[in-house]
């Protein structure tokens, strides 16, 4: 399995970017896919997943400002992000996993983050005020 993100970089508060993943070595109908972000000295933090059949789970933080999909034809997944904050700012790896996601965001990601399979080196997003 390998996830390649791309798509970071620097931007003023309240801006946006699109960030995107390009996995191989899976099915997309196997696995949920989504976004994870870790900054210095913080701990990971699930962002965003979506299941093969088009659930999707936010986290509060990012809820309404991020949206999450996939393009199956070319095995990739994006995180459009509006109205970017400071604490947005983090490296953001895209990862999959093999566990069956529902419930609540917060469980859905909770899982999502405990039960990684395989992610990418991330990339970087900084914003700045």
């Known amino acids: 399995v390998q996830l390649v993100e791309s798509g970071g970089g620097s931007v003023q508060v309240g801006g946006s970017l699109r960030l995107s993943c390009v996995a191989s070595?899976?099915?997309?109908?196997?696995?949920?896919i989504g976004w994870f972000r870790q900054a210095p000295g913080k701990e990971r933090e699930g962002v965003s997943c979506?299941?093969?059949?088009?659930?999707?789970f936010y986290a509060d933080s990012v809820k309404g400002r991020f949206v999450i999909s996939t393009d199956m034809e070319k095995n990739t997944v994006h995180l459009q992000m509006h109205s970017l904050k400071p604490e947005d700012a983090a490296n953001y790896h895209c990862a999959i996993t093999s566990k069956r996601l529902a419930g609540t965001d917060r469980y859905a990601l909770r899982v999502f983050t405990t039960y990684m399979n395989a992610w990418g080196a991330g990339t970087l997003v900084t914003v700045s005020s």
């Open positions: 070595g899976f099915s997309f109908a196997d696995a949920a």
């Open positions: 979506i299941t093969p059949t088009g659930d999707a």
